[in-house]
T-cell receptor
Framework: AQKVTQAQTEISVVEKEDVTLDCVYE???????LFWYKQPPSGELVFLIR??????QNEISGRYSWNFQKSTSSFNFTITASQVVDSAVYFC??????????????FGRGTSLIVHP | NAGVTQTPKFRVLKTGQSMTLLCAQD?????MYWYRQDPGMGLRLIHY???????AKGEVPDGYNVSRLKKQNFLLGLESAAPSQTSVYFC??????????????FGPGTRLTVL
């Protein structure tokens, strides 16, 4: 069975602060994929990043960075110099093999980030 | 290129009524999914399909049925709606490449209220 835990239900910061969203996952598979999605107040879900289990390099995209550590089964997401437009619910997801051989994602419960001006 | 579309956007049902939610995608994706989103519960998988004519149960399938008669469409049915099925329903699709390992593309959601 696979599981994703996002222990932070809600985070509130002031604009320009850095913020890290935690994601801890559980799986017995050696091959798996991790994702982050953003859900702004408008409601749509937007893909941010995918990382496979064999690639532990950290990634940076503008103000966004991701830290993948297999040793602690974590895939954390940091926003540097947060902005009001970053206010959203962020979901971490794990895709591992289910019966039938397909990779089906499991989502965490999400972290609501509120950035105050 | 519309991506993933969902019909309807909003619906109010009375307990015991039935309805069908339609999901359509124009990206030729093999994989399609239905999720429900409830406050504090994240996205929970109801059913999914890995190809035309195939469906499988997800985490919370009870009270729902699905059909994938055409590759581009994935229908979610509620035979006898219950208040516990009040939720926002999202459809998603993904490529078949590497058995669905790529990211999912989501529809805009359907807000369903069961009275």
């Amino acid at each position: 069975a696979q599981k994703v835990t996002q222990a932070q239900t809600e985070i509130s910061v002031v604009e320009k602060e850095d913020v890290t969203l935690d994601c801890v996952y559980e799986t017995r598979d050696t091959t798996y994929y991790l994702f982050w999605y953003k859900q702004p107040p408008s409601g749509e879900l937007v893909f941010l990043i995918r990382r496979n289990s064999f690639d532990e390099q950290n990634e940076i995209s503008g103000r966004y960075s991701w830290n993948f550590q297999k040793s602690t089964s974590s895939f954390n997401f940091t926003i540097t110099a947060s902005q009001v437009v970053d206010s959203a619910v962020y979901f971490c997801a794990l895709s591992a093999v289910v019966s039938g051989g397909s990779y089906i994602p499991t989502f965490g419960r999400g972290t609501s980030l509120i950035v105050h001006p | 290129n519309a991506g993933v579309t969902q019909t309807p956007k909003f619906r109010v049902l009375k307990t015991g009524q039935s309805m069908t939610l339609l999901c359509a995608q124009d990206m030729n994706h093999e994989y399609m999914y239905w999720y429900r989103q409830d406050p504090g519960m994240g996205l929970r998988l109801i059913h999914y399909s890995v190809g035309e004519g195939t469906t499988a149960k997800g985490e919370v399938p009870d009270g729902y049925n699905v059909s994938r008669l055409k590759k581009q469409n994935f229908l979610l049915g509620l035979e006898s709606a219950a208040p516990s099925q009040t939720s926002v329903y999202f459809c998603a699709s993904s490529y078949d490449w590497d058995r669905g390992r790529l990211q999912q593309f989501f529809g805009p959601g359907t807000r369903l209220t069961v009275l």
